[in-house]
């Protein structure tokens, strides 16, 4: 049996290099396949393999004075659900503000899953930020009068999106796995917001724990080749076919090599997988 790990721990890490070689050495050892990022702020990872050779990977993790006690989340999957092993050395372990300086490890409260579903349902009014990008909530979403799902293609420019709201009132971020919801946490603390939590364990964690009976609602988006994973049979395809407008999760490339961007196209639609942007100018094309 395969399974798939997400991981991350946010602790100070002398000598970034020294431990990317050992990662990698570690991981071909146990021919696990994924993507892993090392940086001085901490580490983040994906893998998989088979279940023994996870649980071995786990278990030298925590013999490692730094990384010791990671939180994990297992879901379904294989090896070969990544192209590759994919180990790097980055400057910072989620790029949001490469040229400011603030405190990553000063981050503000997690909430575990049943503490974050209680607080949506005596805060129905809740501001609740989703730290992704917007392929990523368009196929799934927290729901609630003020979910914020901003339209970036990139973590870093959710920045802007800060101006928009207010720091006197509390707020709740989310994403898949915690990590960048975490690092947005600190950041957003550094800014001056007064009262916001992060959803400890993310998405995942919440989904394993609710399945589709609480204030999630869609399908999870993935990086890896599921591209969605849904938490029960009662999952919801709540992404909108760019062509058709039928209800779908389904991610494909935009056939116009030059973009390349993630489009939503349902099975009747699969033919023609051109993003809304390029889907005209095909047709020109081929006039």
Known sequence: MQKIVLYYKFVPVPDPETVMFWQRNLCERLNLKGRIIVAKQGINGTIGG????????????????????????????????????????RPELVTL??????????????????????????????????????????????????????KIKNFRDIKSELAKIPKDKPVLTYCTGDVRCEYLSAYMKHKGFEEVYHLDGGIVKYGQEFKDDGFWEGKCFVFDKRLN?????????????VHCGGATSNHENCSNVACNRLVLVCQACASNEYCEQCVGASATSNL
Request: charged share 35%.
């Open 50 to 89: 088979e279940m023994q050779d996870v649980k071995m990977y786990i278990r030298d993790m925590n013999k490692h004075p730094l990384f010791k006690k990671a939180q994990y989340k297992w879901s379904d999957g294989e090896r070969d659900d990544f192209p590759r092993l994919s180990i790097k050395l």
């Open 97 to 150: 503000a490469p040229d400011e300086s603030f405190d990553v490890f000063n981050s503000t409260k997690g909430l575990k899953p049943k503490a974050w579903h209680k607080y949506l349902q005596e805060h129905p009014d809740a501001i609740v930020l989703d730290a992704r990008n917007d392929y990523e909530s368009e196929i799934g979403a927290f729901k609630g009068k003020n979910v914020i799902k901003p």
């Open 229 to 241: 994973v849904g938490f029960s049979e009662l999952s919801k395809d709540v992404g909108v076919c």
